[in-house]
């Protein structure tokens, strides 16, 4: 069964860190481009950061750019998604996804029309 898993979510004080796992099953993630999306209640899904499957490319959403970081650990078949200086506005549900392509052009989210995870909440509250 091919699917991804997310985890290391909650609830974290402004300012705070966390990082976020995407772990793969029934797929080898490095075929894949791998992003973050995430969705906050009342908003539309927003792309996050993205990892292309050939170069490592990476691509980050402007309300986290120099905060978040993506990665991959290709022999644990898993992806990262390192949160620092964590804002209440970072509050959602965050999810993965693979892409058979590699990110590209001025919209590179839409590279991922593989597989996704079920999402994991990250809530941002003192």
């Known amino acids: 069964q091919v699917q991804l898993v997310e985890s290391g979510g909650g609830l974290v004080q402004p300012g705070g860190s966390l990082r976020l796992s995407c772990a793969a099953s029934g797929l080898t993630l490095d075929h894949y481009s791998v992003a973050w999306f995430r969705q906050a209640p009342g908003k539309e899904r927003e792309g996050v950061a993205c990892i292309s499957k050939d170069h490592g490319d990476t691509y980050y959403g402007d309300s986290v750019k120099g905060r978040f970081t993506i990665s991959r650990d290709n022999a644990k078949n898993t992806a990262y998604l390192q949160m620092n200086n964590l804002k209440s506005d970072d509050t959602a549900v965050y999810y993965c996804?693979?892409?058979?392509?590699?990110?590209?052009?001025?919209?590179?989210?839409?590279?991922?029309?593989?597989?996704w995870g079920q999402g994991i909440q990250v809530t941002v509250s003192s």
């Open positions: 996804a693979t892409g058979f392509v590699n990110p590209y052009g001025s919209n590179p989210w839409r590279a991922f029309t593989g597989t």
